[in-house]
């Protein structure tokens, strides 16, 4: 693997080169159990279900994996990835901080809590995972051009894990996207492409294109299913942190859904491979009142989830129709655990909160996570002598208006002594 | 250690704890040589000269190191903090990424180059590294308030870290700075005081608080030669991440000239220790033209560094009369190195350069390095056939507004097939 990217039209699956996915075997339908070869597919021939990973492990050890680098590929054996996958530019991305949250457990009354915290990635949020591993399948289909639609986060990695790999990167934006947003991916790319209509329309764009044009690796529609799978490395990372150990409780935020499943995913491959002990745990998902299908179906007691039209600050958690939202209703209820939901104000509260207890500057889809977390104590849906993992997805720095009004300098003072001691801040 | 400080005056050195300071044995003038007893101290009592740590590191090996944490107290033994340092709570900083830079050396025509990137450190800049010794530090000293003069990421680093340990920060900054960084430390503290003055006008006040208050730690004023020590472990982590080598020439950026020289300090101290086999290697320092005291100083090849008064971009180096300038002429000359400047336009291509070959979005700071090291080779100082490492010290993020004019979306479309199509993206 040299970086270069050769232009060639969607490859037969007879070109793929030996060892290409690594333990990946095959793709499988979630709904209905049909395979399928491995490729730049993602939804099933037969009911149109999505299609995920299958694996054959074999045996995977604790050592083999701490003798790995401290990034993702460290757990290479249990991703679609190819066994010389740190050999080829990327971002490295992964093995960030699981800090042990002394003041905000105290804070909320909890005897043990972690923030996994994903805002040290290389560009700032959990999306470098998942677009690492769509590149390495990009990689190997001999994709031609590395795109997505997106709004923010997503945008950025797949603008900066292209530029370092070499291959031409084509990000779709809605053309109303605030500025500094546009800076942050247009500094990677020469290819930032303003979309005239909302981040829907800029979605339908990318999917008719990615159904006409040969060579094009959209991260999130047809290499979906190896991009996923980047997720499960959130799960591997906090087990192993915690000295090969699963938490009893974990909080994530709930976008599509698709973290959440993977988390929940690898947790269970852990299990399977003798690497961590059997023991239940509970999963819980957060959402912002103002993009709250799957709170919504769950208090309800439903199995479907009725779309909406998204009008929240968690811009990074606004997918009004989650593709993966009846999976984590799934595993919420057989878990023990739950979803739900806070408004603007509480997300704006929850920013501030993680800042001053830990030092740790969230966007505002962490905001929403750790105001769930606050409410899923204060209404007993969260044991409080159970240890609880919270994930942080992102920074700060990204949705600075989101907080702009509501921290800011406690007072203006000439540069003397004097002026410093009328001011009665020591 | 529970992260709770003790409010006390600053204490006499007997009633500092055992090995509060790990190997360290006590404080050195770097001018006279005389000694001194550990303590809140940054000048010598006898000729004013800057104080540094003196060590009796004992036997440190490989294995020890590669034993810790991933983070900066893996090298703990070769810091002025005690060996619990670990569990004190604080962010985790350190051991960040070293890419090949594989493209950039391309472009550049360079046989060998790596980028070692502290813009994914917890508050994204090296400056996390220098105030977790600090902070270390302040706990020892009983010290009831942790606090800063600062025009950016330094403030934004003590406000992160001071949440973090539950020590009382107080943040000053000059009051016309932009809300964006007031922001990103308003965002962990109550107390961020605008002064209205210059940055010279807060540093000075400052100074005068920590001669008049008790308790006060100000992280780069009087636990200064315990906060300098932190840029240490960019080198020794280069060396380790490198396999235990060291590279055959560095280029860092000089504002006050600590980083650079606490790098070549830890090179020696690798040597000196046996960890890495003893070479030559040359150190390069990048300043802004703007701000060039040091580049003027080592052009004219004299000794004395005239002040300036700054005028860039390029703010984090915007130090007009930086203390270790010597020191950093002394390292230039004495490894066959040498001190470069660009100007502001420079700067912008160097940002724009390092995001699109390596997907790593840097702040002026690094953009000025990368723009140095860029020169250096152009105009021969630098030999493109020995391996290179450059220093990316901070993130694109929290300079926004200094390439946001230079990039931006590459065309607006309809959102539909033929439009795409008509633009001529594919």
Tied chains: 1, 2.
């Excluded at 996958?85 to 960030?96: A, K, M, V």
């Excluded at 500094?187 to 990615?210: C, P, R």
């Excluded at 595993?331 to 408004?343: C, L, Q, Y």
Aim: glycine residues 10%; negative net charge; proline residues 5%.
């Amino acid at each position: 693997m040299n970086g270069v990217f050769v232009s060639v039209t969607t490859p037969e699956t007879s070109t793929l080169r030996e060892g290409a996915f690594g333990p990946a075997t095959g793709l499988k339908c979630r709904e209905c159990g049909a395979t399928r070869e491995l490729g730049p597919h993602y939804a099933c021939y037969d009911c149109f279900g999505p299609l995920e990973i299958a694996y054959d492990f074999g045996t995977v050890t604790r050592e083999q994996i701490e003798a790995g680098p401290a990034n993702i590929w460290r757990y290479k054996a249990l991703l679609p990835v190819p066994d010389d996958i740190e050999s080829s530019p990327n971002l490295e991305p992964g093995f960030t901080r699981l800090l042990d949250a002394r003041n905000l457990a105290a804070e909320l009354g909890l005897a043990k809590l972690w923030v996994k915290d994903d805002s040290t990635n290389p560009t700032n949020s959990f999306k470098d995972r998942v677009v690492a591993c769509a590149l390495s399948a990009a990689r190997e289909f001999g994709s031609k051009v590395f795109a997505c639609p997106s709004t923010g986060n997503l945008a950025n990695a797949v603008a900066a894990a292209g530029a370092r790999a070499g291959i031409r990167t084509v990000v779709f934006i809605p053309s109303n996207l605030e500025t500094p947003k546009q800076v942050n991916s247009a500094i990677f790319t020469e290819n930032l492409i303003a979309v005239d209509g909302n981040y829907d329309d800029v979605n339908k764009l990318a999917s008719e294109i990615a159904g006409e044009e040969d060579g094009w690796a959209f991260v999130n529609v047809n290499v979906r299913p190896f991009y996923a799978e980047g997720s499960k490395t959130l799960g591997y990372e906090i087990a192993e942190q915690l000295g090969w150990r699963l938490p009893d409780q974990i909080v994530i935020p709930v976008a599509s859904g698709s973290q959440l499943t993977k988390v929940h995913k690898a947790f269970g491959e852990l299990i399977a491979l003798g690497l961590v002990e059997d023991k239940p745990y509970r999963v819980f998902g957060a959402q912002a009142t103002g993009c709250n299908p799957v709170a919504t179906a769950f208090k309800d007691g439903v199995d479907a989830i009725r779309p909406v039209r998204p009008d929240t600050i968690a811009k990074s958690l606004a997918i009004g129709n989650p593709a993966d939202g009846i999976y984590v209703l799934d595993i919420a209820r057989s878990t023990g655990g739950g979803v739900e939901e806070v408004d603007d104000e509480q997300i704006r509260e929850g920013i501030v909160l993680l800042a001053r207890t830990e030092g740790i500057f969230t966007e505002t889809a962490g905001g929403t996570t750790v105001a769930v977390l606050k409410k899923l104590v204060e209404t007993g849906q969260l044991d409080p002598e159970l240890e609880t993992v919270v994930i942080n997805t992102g920074h700060g720095l990204k949705t600075l208006d989101a907080v702009s009004g509501s921290v800011g300098a406690r007072a203006t003072i000439a540069p003397t002594y004097d002026a410093f001691t009328a001011a009665g801040i020591a």
